[in-house]
């Protein structure tokens, strides 16, 4: 230091910061040997807190404001007593301008697919990128706990820490989310405040809090996408009969509107195939029920006394033929005896054609 900065340590200060640098989370204000001079002013701005750091000790924070500081460092008189210290005073203090501004320029995303299991896919594998901001939530806690005496604490010192503990937290949230891979778009405002509460809860100790969490995509591996667009359009053509109709119209609509003579041809041979598709004859009605077959065969089942002897069995026309009369003895089986054949009215269509026997001649 030179002489003119010796001279002007002497003066009363006037404390302040204005952040032109969009990415300062912590800014220590540059006092010639830390040497804050009794009733310094303290200016704190909106969006700020500034903790002032008296003999290597947390003193107080302060919220936005004017203030007036009071130190041991008494102007020139401090320096005189200092003499065994070199003239310097050996009452240090110091003033840290915390940003309390929510950081919005913070990008996340996985290096490495997440694996997560889908109950209709089974298990998948599923990238994400996207945004969060952060904010300081408790100034003396980020100042200890990772500040230290850093004159200038900036977002990519702690940038990577952030997006670790992102994408550490991302494949529990998607597992334990229960929501099928193709919901997840839906669902990703949800998740993303999840994760935001989750982030800041085990931000807490450090001072920070993760406001907003923003997933910006989640994806799949490209031959996952490209089975998943297959069934897209499988699911979009519906019927394929009707769609490769369709596909013929077309295709003849445009072979018509083309003046040359190869696309007339296509033209023609595409009307002919679809034409001879949509004129074909009608398949055979199903035959109907095959024809009743011929009456069965009669049965002979008529046993007849002829001369003292049992003849038979004869069919129901054949008796009459054999010289049954209406007292010759006929049985079949069920019946109980021999009856006389006139005695028997399904018998009687036999005597209708047979003359009754001749009267006696004289």
Not at 41 to 46: N, S
Not at 301 to 313: R, S
Not at 327 to 334: M, P
Request: aromatic share 8%.
């Amino acid at each position: 230091m030179g002489l003119w900065d010796k001279l002007k340590g002497e003066l009363v200060d006037i404390i302040e910061w204005t952040d032109d640098s969009r990415d300062t989370i912590v800014w220590r204000f540059p006092r010639y040997e830390n040497e804050i001079k009794m009733g310094a002013k303290l200016v704190v701005r909106e969006s700020q807190t500034a903790v002032f750091v008296n003999e290597g000790q947390v003193a107080d924070v302060f919220t936005p404001g004017t203030y007036t500081l009071t130190t041991q460092n008494m102007p020139i008189l401090s320096t005189i007593k200092g003499w065994k210290y070199g003239f310097e005073s050996p009452w240090k203090a110091e003033v840290y301008f915390v940003n309390t501004r929510q950081f919005t320029d913070l990008k996340w995303g996985t290096q490495n697919p997440v694996i997560v299991r889908d109950p209709e896919f089974g298990a998948v594998r599923l990238r994400a990128f996207g945004a969060f901001s952060m904010r300081v939530a408790d100034a003396k806690r980020l100042l200890t706990e990772l500040v230290g005496t850093d004159p200038q604490f900036r977002t990519e010192e702690v940038r990577e820490y952030l997006r670790q503990l992102v994408v550490s937290h991302l494949g529990s949230a998607l597992a334990t989310a229960d929501v099928p891979m193709l919901d997840l778009a839906a669902k990703q405002q949800e998740i993303g405040n999840t994760l935001a509460g989750v982030l800041t809860d085990e931000l807490a100790p450090s001072g920070l809090a993760i406001p907003k969490f923003i997933i910006e995509n989640i994806s799949v591996p490209p031959e996952v996408e490209a089975a998943l667009d297959k069934r897209t359009s499988i699911g979009v053509v519906g019927n394929l009969d009707d769609y490769t109709r369709f596909q013929a119209a077309n295709a003849m609509e445009d072979a018509a509107n083309n003046s040359g003579g190869a696309g007339e041809a296509f033209g023609f041979g595409l009307g002919m195939a679809a034409a001879q598709k949509m004129t074909q004859p009608a398949p055979p009605p199903a035959p109907g029920p095959a024809p009743a077959g011929p009456p069965p065969l009669p049965s002979a089942e008529w046993f007849v006394g002829l001369n003292g002897q049992q003849q038979g069995p004869y069919e129901v026309s054949a008796l009459a033929a054999r010289g049954v009369t209406r007292d010759t003895l006929v049985w079949k089986n069920g019946m109980a005896g021999w009856v006389a054949a006139g005695q028997v009215p399904e018998l009687a269509s036999v005597f209708a054609t047979v003359p009754p026997p001749l009267p006696p001649q004289a």
